[in-house]
């Protein structure tokens, strides 16, 4: 076993490494199987948000509505990925990975949500896949990204149980055209954000603040994910990957051995990272932990249900980009718990007020891996925002490069603690579209200047592509001046 630089029980001081520090481990370590990968979403990088017969999502409508998002900023163009995604393959696949995660757009293929496909935005997908297999990067398709199609929100969206059928005919569209050539699929990204955000919390499309809707929502997304993965395997028994992908957070107590902040954070821990996980693996909702959802069983478990929630998987996708520290709150109506800011603790932090906290993710995958039945686990999502400068051609990022040494740092800590973890997935390709937060915190490997769409591998994704021994990779300013020699 190797030893690790850090102590990694601190806080990462933003930039740790200094340029030349080799690093105590290398790709090899990590085995020849291992998926090295960059993640994407629809509505974060494609824009073309009308083009080709593609339908409005709820985040279309979400980001028209004024002081939604930070700057009334929106989608319509994004990243430009559906336009450049050769050029952004190319750059994928100069980095030196193996694995491309990218999500597909619900309404580019049912711009109605259901009924009749439209041609030509299956037909992209299709492009899609093929061009990152023409690169040798195997494709790792997500059904669902948030982006649920306008027409089907028109009917109730998540708070509908139709929805579970309605998923799982647009899962058998996507795996009839493209199950031949994908193997890897992600069922959902993040249930608990786009169903806790957007239906209680209201920062999200479709920007709902009601616990029904959430309880309606929650319940029939373990439903779809579910059912998902039913839908693929029926279709692709032999052939297929299925897996879908948690958010999730290591949680600590404000003050640890406070009997009320560790109730509170057990209940967060149900809530962040179990909900969703569980009901896959037979386990019910963690209704002992959090007794409001008695509602949910009463209101909308349908006898069966039980059973329905059940799906065995081949992967679980990790996603982790924080830990949070959890106090006992006296003042909610249910005295539930609140997350103290990293801020509030005076610690080092991104751009979206995260604590650099890179141990969490090992946090995590013992955690999960710790279930009975447990399948293999995968990091999906792993990263961080920090505010970019373009220096000559070039964007120094010690502080991502940092984070992202670490964060793999922690992955090969589990994996040598006997963890069954297959894979890493930087979030992101390219610097996209980050929610209600806009265009303002900058997760990619790859720059984007938003007004001229050029790209730029940073310092972070130089780094990357060094370990992984990819070809190097020159920035379009630096290409563009060795044209002109
Ligand atoms: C995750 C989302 C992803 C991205 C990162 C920063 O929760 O899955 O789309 O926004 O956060």
Known sequence: MIKLPINYHEPLPAAFYPASAPLPFSRADFGADFHWGAAAAAYQTEGAWQHQGKGPSIWDDFTRRKGTIRRNEHGRVAADFYNRYETDLDLARGLGLTDFRF???????LPEGLGAVNRRGLDYYDRLVDACLERDLRPWLTLYHWDLPSALQARGGWTNRSIV???SDYAQIMARRLGDR????????EPMVFVGAGHLLGVHAPGRRHLGAFLAAAHHATLAQAEGGRALRALLPDSAQIGTTFSCSHLTPHRPGNRNDEAATRRADALLNRFFVEPTLGLG???AELPALRWLLERYLKPGDDQRMKFSFDFWGVQNYTREVVKFSPWLPLQWATLVPAKQRGVPHT???WEVFPESIYHMLKQFAAYPNAPRLLVTESGSAFPDVVQDGRVPDPARRAYLQAAIGQVLRAQQEGIDVGGYFAWSLTD???WA???GPRFGLIHVDYETQERI???SGRWYQQFLGGTAVASEPERAAAERV
Do not use: C, I, T
């Open 182 to 189: 994908v193997q890897h699929w992600a069922v959902l990204n």
């Open 103 to 109: 999500s597909a757009a619900w309404s580019r293929v």
């Open 165 to 167: 059928g309605w998923f």
């Open 437 to 439: 937060e806009g265009y």
């Open 432 to 434: 996209n579209f980050e």
């Open 285 to 287: 909702y963690p209704v």
């Open 351 to 353: 751009d979206m007020g």
């Open 457 to 459: 591998v940073k310092d």
